[in-house]
């Protein structure tokens, strides 16, 4: 793909809409849709469109400083590449690329448990900070071992999360007859005669392929196999005591991601959390659920201060993450936009991605009259079921 790629993802729906021309239709749904209807995909994005921003120009921005600090590091921007699983399927090593381009903006990226490859290969990169996500196994002793070896490898905090403890029912996969791995029929491999790119990039890709943190000595290795055990791993069971023990065996930052109660937030901070991710997996797991945006404010009112909040789903623009901020959200992750940036042009199409976000947040802010991240307020904010009668 020529360089005009860039002229042509001007902001994130530009970059998705590239990423739609470069991928099979499978492979693109897979990362893009959601759960059943979509109507909290859709409500994810459509949420921040209930506030409207209230600038004061004349506070003499002439600078901005979009940094923010998290656990002792500062991070450049307040946007962090959150986990994706198989991101080796849109890119080739898609993982790594992806944590180079983090780290080349200066902020943290986090690995999926599901990445193509392993968490060792990963840190080999030396992308910090860097942080990995698990899950609570019905093997507990693998829950262990994954959290030794993201020690070992040197990680700066362990992502836990909580909504994905059964597969939510995702019907563009269903209507596209997408399995992991791919198998294509005829018709599909018809359909991609357009997608040269994309198929030459990957020619010898499904053969390798696989959830490299799941590969057991001994063990078939090939995606498939991996695949049904995964979702055998998967533990409806787990409750907080399990909270309680990984708290005890990892001693750095521990993230709560799934968070959308207040209740559960607060008892979060009890077990001994850092930090959550208010979070409903992109909206990808239970339809109907309740907006992260649309869930932030009462979780910011119940933790009052006392932990990082960050948040994730439907964060499209730089006024968005100011939206979250104002709202009182520590920084945002970034789940489909790498999807789609690594999916047009590898690292760069992440470097450009991140770029995008980093450029709309500095002209917002700039407009708002606001000079670094500690100036964002409620202050800046006006919901429209609560403006003044006069406007």
């Given at each position: 793909?020529s360089?005009t790629?860039?002229r042509?993802?001007y902001n994130?729906d530009?970059l998705?809409g590239?990423?739609r021309?470069q991928?099979?239709k499978?492979?693109?749904?897979?990362?893009d849709?959601g759960?059943?209807?979509?109507?909290?995909?859709?409500?994810n994005?459509?949420a921040f469109d209930?506030?409207?921003?209230?600038p004061e120009?004349l506070?003499g921005?002439?600078a901005r400083d979009?940094s923010?600090?998290?656990?002792g590091?500062?991070l450049e921007l307040?946007v962090?590449?959150?986990?994706?699983?198989?991101s080796g399927?849109?890119?080739?090593?898609?993982?790594?690329a992806?944590?180079?381009?983090?780290a080349?903006?200066g902020t943290?990226?986090c690995?999926?448990h599901?990445?193509?490859?392993?968490?060792?290969e990963l840190?080999?990169?030396?992308?910090?900070?860097?942080?990995i996500?698990?899950?609570?196994?019905?093997?507990r002793d693998?829950?262990e071992e994954l959290t030794e070896?993201?020690?070992?490898?040197?990680y700066?905090?362990?992502?836990l999360?909580?909504?994905?403890?059964?597969?939510?029912?995702?019907?563009r996969?269903v209507r596209?007859?997408?399995?992991?791995?791919p198998n294509f029929g005829a018709a599909e491999v018809?359909g991609m005669i357009?997608?040269a790119?994309w198929?030459?990039?990957?020619?010898?890709?499904?053969?390798?392929?696989t959830f490299?943190n799941?590969?057991r000595?001994?063990?078939?290795?090939?995606?498939?196999?991996i695949?049904g055990?995964?979702?055998?791993?998967l533990d409806p069971g787990?409750?907080w005591?399990?909270?309680?023990?990984?708290?005890k065996?990892?001693?750095k930052?521990l993230i709560?991601?799934?968070?959308?109660?207040?209740?559960e937030?607060e008892k979060a901070?009890?077990h001994?959390v850092?930090a959550?991710?208010?979070?409903?997996h992109?909206?990808?797991?239970?339809?109907?659920?309740?907006?992260?945006f649309?869930a932030?404010?009462?979780i910011?009112?119940?933790?009052?201060?006392?932990m990082?909040?960050l948040?994730?789903g439907?964060i499209?623009r730089?006024?968005d993450?100011?939206k979250?901020?104002?709202?009182?959200?520590?920084?945002c992750?970034l789940?489909?936009p790498?999807?789609?940036?690594?999916?047009?042009?590898?690292?760069a199409g992440?470097?450009?991605?991140?770029?995008?976000?980093?450029?709309e947040?500095?002209?917002a802010?700039?407009?708002?009259?606001?000079t670094?991240t500690?100036d964002i307020t409620?202050a800046?904010?006006?919901?429209m079921g609560?403006?003044?009668e006069n406007l």
């Amino acid at each position: 793909m020529s360089e005009t790629w860039r002229r042509k993802a001007y902001n994130i729906d530009a970059l998705r809409g590239l990423a739609r021309g470069q991928l099979p239709k499978p492979v693109f749904d897979f990362g893009d849709g959601g759960a059943e209807d979509e109507r909290t995909l859709r409500r994810n994005e459509g949420a921040f469109d209930d506030y409207l921003l209230v600038p004061e120009p004349l506070g003499g921005a002439a600078a901005r400083d979009l940094s923010i600090e998290l656990f002792g590091t500062r991070l450049e921007l307040p946007v962090i590449v959150g986990p994706t699983g198989l991101s080796g399927l849109f890119w080739p090593d898609g993982e790594r690329a992806t944590a180079r381009a983090t780290a080349a903006a200066g902020t943290a990226f986090c690995l999926s448990h599901g990445s193509t490859c392993t968490l060792e290969e990963l840190a080999g990169t030396g992308a910090a900070p860097r942080w990995i996500q698990v899950f609570i196994y019905r093997d507990r002793d693998f829950t262990e071992e994954l959290t030794e070896r993201a020690a070992a490898a040197d990680y700066d905090a362990l992502v836990l999360t909580i909504d994905n403890q059964l597969l939510g029912n995702r019907e563009r996969d269903v209507r596209n007859g997408f399995a992991i791995p791919p198998n294509f029929g005829a018709a599909e491999v018809a359909g991609m005669i357009t997608k040269a790119p994309w198929l030459w990039r990957m020619r010898g890709e499904f053969r390798r392929m696989t959830f490299g943190n799941y590969v057991r000595p001994g063990e078939k290795s090939d995606l498939k196999s991996i695949a049904g055990r995964m979702s055998e791993l998967l533990d409806p069971g787990m409750n907080w005591d399990d909270v309680a023990w990984l708290r005890k065996i990892w001693k750095k930052p521990l993230i709560l991601k799934g968070i959308l109660s207040p209740d559960e937030a607060e008892k979060a901070l009890d077990h001994g959390v850092d930090a959550i991710v208010v979070s409903n997996h992109g909206g990808r797991q239970l339809d109907g659920a309740i907006a992260s945006f649309d869930a932030l404010p009462d979780i910011i009112a119940r933790i009052d201060g006392r932990m990082p909040v960050l948040m994730d789903g439907g964060i499209r623009r730089g006024t968005d993450v100011l939206k979250a901020l104002a709202l009182g959200a520590t920084a945002c992750l970034l789940g489909r936009p790498q999807l789609w940036g690594v999916s047009v042009a590898g690292q760069a199409g992440v470097e450009h991605m991140l770029g995008i976000y980093r450029r709309e947040l500095d002209i917002a802010m700039g407009l708002c009259g606001l000079t670094e991240t500690a100036d964002i307020t409620p202050a800046i904010l006006r919901h429209m079921g609560r403006l003044p009668e006069n406007l």
